[in-house]
C-alpha cells in the first residue's frame, strides 16, 4: 500500500516554472516505477511523464519534452515534476500515481495507487 501526496501547485505566468513533488508513505516506496497525469476541464486524463523504480527509466508525453524532467529520491520517497517553459495548455490537475510496472506507462489503469491532485494554472 502507497499513499502519495501532491504539492507545489499554483499560478503561473506563460514561460514560468513550477517544481511539483509527491510524497509517497510506506517502505515499499522504491519498488514501484512512478508516473505524473494531469487531467483538465471535461477531458481525460492524460499521461506526462513516468519514472521506472531505480530512476534509470523515464518516459515523457510529446508535448512536454525537452520542458518537463522526472526524477525520484528513494531514500526520501519522493517524486519531482520539474515543469520548465510553461503554456497555457499545461494547464490542469496534476496528479501522481505509483505502478508495479510500466509495461503500459501511458494508461491510467496501469497504475494501482494516486494521489489527490494538485492544480497548475498557467495564464496568457
Known amino acids: 500500500q502507497v499513499q502519495l501526496v501532491e504539492s507545489g501547485g499554483g499560478l503561473v505566468q506563460a514561460g514560468g516554472s513550477l517544481r511539483l513533488s509527491c510524497a509517497a508513505s510506506?517502505?515499499?516506496?522504491?519498488?514501484?516505477?512512478m508516473g505524473w497525469f494531469r487531467q483538465a476541464p471535461g477531458k481525460e486524463r492524460e499521461f506526462v511523464a513516468a519514472?521506472?523504480?531505480?530512476?534509470?527509466?523515464?518516459y515523457f508525453e510529446d508535448s512536454v519534452k525537452g520542458r518537463f524532467t522526472i526524477s525520484r529520491d528513494n531514500a526520501k520517497n519522493m517524486v519531482s515534476l520539474q515543469m520548465n517553459s510553461l503554456k497555457p495548455e499545461d494547464t490542469a490537475v496534476y496528479y501522481c500515481?505509483?505502478?508495479?510496472?510500466?509495461?503500459?506507462?501511458?494508461?491510467?489503469?496501469?497504475?494501482?495507487?494516486w494521489g489527490q491532485g494538485t492544480q497548475v494554472t498557467v495564464s496568457s
Open positions: 500515481a505509483a505502478a508495479s510496472t510500466l509495461l503500459k506507462f501511458k494508461m491510467p489503469a496501469n497504475y494501482n495507487f
Open positions: 510506506g517502505r515499499t516506496f522504491r519498488n514501484y516505477d
Open positions: 519514472i521506472s523504480s531505480s530512476g534509470g527509466i523515464t
